[in-house]
């Protein structure tokens, strides 16, 4: 019987699918980019399902009975039936805590999460962060004073008198520079 097992390489990382006629290890396998040693990886049982992984888990507040109270009390108010379900405080979005929002009830709840919060997740659960476009930076304006300021200290450098006008475009210059909008 063949059977194909998974190899990582201990110096490059990379990984290597290999067919074996036997399910003895091997260890005279050599990692195909960079010629080391390869060693095999073994899947983590228990966390193939939402079930497994959710068996034998804490609900996430340990003795804090007060916390364990005020949360489900949150959630209920929700309407967050939280029955079965582990609170995650890391779920919570920004700013909110005891968030009804953070009880999942396995893998899959808490990848959802992570990705409507705009998070990546590694661990038990792996989900990498979701893409996120950047955003175009927005022009703000710089108090007048600072731009005056700016502008007349270049002036006493330079040690020259402009007209009105000259002024003006420095002026403008200036408050552009200092608000980044140059």
């Given at each position: 019987m063949?059977?194909?097992?998974?190899?990582?390489?201990?110096?490059?990382?990379?990984?290597?699918?290999?067919?074996?006629?036997?399910?003895?290890?091997?260890?005279?396998?050599?990692?195909?980019?960079?010629?080391?040693?390869?060693?095999?990886?073994?899947?983590?049982?228990?966390?193939?399902?939402?079930?497994?992984?959710?068996?034998?888990?804490?609900?996430?507040?340990?003795?804090?009975?007060?916390?364990?109270?005020?949360a489900?009390?949150?959630?209920?108010?929700?309407?967050?039936?939280?029955?079965?379900?582990?609170?995650?405080?890391?779920?919570?979005?920004?700013?909110?805590?005891?968030?009804?929002?953070?009880?999942?009830?396995?893998?899959?709840?808490?990848?959802?999460?992570?990705?409507?919060?705009?998070y990546?997740?590694?661990?038990?659960?792996?989900?990498?962060?979701?893409?996120?476009?950047p955003?175009?930076?927005?022009?703000?304006?710089?108090?007048?004073?600072?731009?005056?300021?700016?502008?007349?200290?270049?002036?006493?450098?330079?040690?020259?008198?402009?007209?009105?006008?000259?002024?003006?475009?420095?002026?403008?210059?200036?408050?552009?520079?200092?608000?980044?909008?140059?």
């Amino acid at each position: 019987m063949r059977y194909t097992y998974v190899y990582r390489c201990w110096k490059c990382k990379k990984r290597h699918k290999i067919a074996q006629d036997s399910d003895r290890e091997r260890t005279d396998l050599k990692c195909m980019a960079c010629g080391r040693s390869l060693l095999r990886v073994n899947s983590a049982p228990g966390l193939v399902t939402d079930t497994t992984f959710m068996a034998g888990r804490d609900d996430g507040f340990g003795t804090n009975e007060w916390g364990r109270k005020r949360a489900r009390e949150k959630a209920k108010a929700a309407g967050v039936n939280v029955e079965g379900a582990v609170y995650c405080p890391e779920l919570c979005p920004p700013g909110e805590s005891l968030s009804p929002k953070a009880w999942v009830r396995g893998r899959s709840d808490v990848v959802k999460k992570a990705r409507e919060l705009g998070y990546g997740v590694q661990g038990a659960v792996n989900a990498p962060a979701p893409e996120v476009e950047p955003q175009e930076k927005k022009p703000y304006r710089v108090n007048d004073e600072i731009v005056d300021r700016r502008v007349k200290r270049k002036l006493e450098e330079v040690g020259e008198t402009v007209s009105k006008k000259e002024y003006q475009e420095m002026w403008h210059k200036e408050a552009d520079l200092a608000s980044g909008n140059a």
